[in-house]
């Protein structure tokens, strides 16, 4: 079954202080039987957001990383075979103070995903330097999504400017660090097995932590074959 992106939201808010909670209702509603994914980065004076939800219903953390060395984090949650759309809720932890917490955030919601769609997980990678990247390993099948994602921990040296993966679609991408939550997404679909890699472009060097996961599309239903001919078919009537 073919993966297709039904909806790429970019509802912004990295410079907004959202309080405990961020909610998001999508303009088109979702659809029933799709999966549905939140990326955050966010900077949180109170702690890390530990949930998210889709209209009451708990989503899956994928991936979930501290940014240092100031409070960031990076985050990536899954709500596989939606029951009906909704409001998208993401909560902090912390000491529930309503101040000081700024998310930058993406919504995808996609179709034709298999119903444990998990197939490469690398491990996190950071560094300090201008070229943010990640690698998977080998993809197990041809039809797969990737989804990379990665958070700026530190641009004291200034906010850069970010150019997005050349082979990959944007979800979001924001440099303005010194007041705001900072770092960039993006995914592409792919056709053939190999390992993928996805590297932005930093104008200035910068502290940043990043997360990728691929996943697999659903094999569909069985093929159908033909019934082999008989071996030795009866004949009834009589040669010429």
Known sequence: M???????????????????NASYTPTT???AGN??????????NTGQPTSATVNGNAMTNDASIDVGPFAGHLNIWRLTNLASSGNVVVNWSGDGSPVGNYILRGILEVSGLDATPIDQEPTPTGATDTAPTITSGTTTQADEIVIAAFAIGDASGGDPTITNPGTYTEVFRNGAWSTEAAGGCAYKIVSATGAQTAT??????????????????????????APPAPRNPLFFGSFP
Do not use: R
């Open 2 to 20: 073919a993966i297709v992106v039904v909806q790429n939201i970019a509802p912004g808010g990295a410079g907004v202080d959202e309080g405990i």
């Open 29 to 31: 509603p979702f659809t």
């Open 35 to 44: 999966t549905i994914f939140v990326i955050a980065s966010d900077f949180s």
């Open 200 to 225: 932005w472009a930093l104008s200035v060097s910068c502290t940043w932590e990043a997360v990728m996961l691929t996943y697999k599309a659903s094999s569909g239903a069985p093929a159908v074959v």
